[in-house]
């Protein structure tokens, strides 16, 4: 099985400042505002956030793999609840790579699996060089294109 690129985890770190970052300026905005918190207790739980996205970013890489098999995308993931799931190539509708502002600045991007089913039925891989999510995105599409022939 694959794994991700090892910068994945710092795009995972910089996701939990930005919440880290709110939670600490409302914070101290209430302390500001005579709201029975300190200023160092709202700091501090921004801190504890952070480590929390440091320690869950380590987990989730260490979990985190995929596999492109003969009749289907395998992927493992999860830290608290494992999720393994098998995308059949027939139901592969398109698929897409995508960089945010983070994934550019890392040299990172993800490949955006669409799916036939439900509504959110689509699949993220992230932490994938540009030149292995363009060669990915390429294979998917041709296998998906292969498994609508076979299945006619």
Do not use: C, K, N
């Not at 869950?56 to 995308?73: K, N």
């Not at 992927?75 to 027939?90: A, E």
């Amino acid at each position: 099985m694959e794994s991700l690129d090892p910068r994945v985890r710092l795009a995972w770190v910089v996701g939990s400042l930005v919440p880290a970052a709110v939670l600490a300026v409302v914070g101290v905005a209430a302390a500001r505002f005579g709201a029975p918190v300190s200023e160092a207790a709202a700091v501090a739980l921004a801190g504890v956030v952070v480590v929390l996205g440091v320690v869950a970013a380590v987990f989730r890489y260490r979990i985190w793999r995929f596999e492109v098999r003969e009749d289907s995308l395998y992927l493992v993931r999860g830290v608290f609840t494992r999720i393994d799931t098998s995308v059949p190539y027939v139901r592969v509708q398109h698929v897409d790579t995508r960089r945010g502002p983070v994934e550019r600045a890392l040299g990172l991007a993800s490949v955006v699996v669409y799916t036939a089913g439900s509504r959110g039925a689509d699949i993220t891989i992230p932490g994938l060089t540009p030149d292995r999510a363009g060669r990915l995105r390429e294979q998917l599409r041709d296998l998906a294109t292969e498994s609508e022939f076979d299945a006619v």
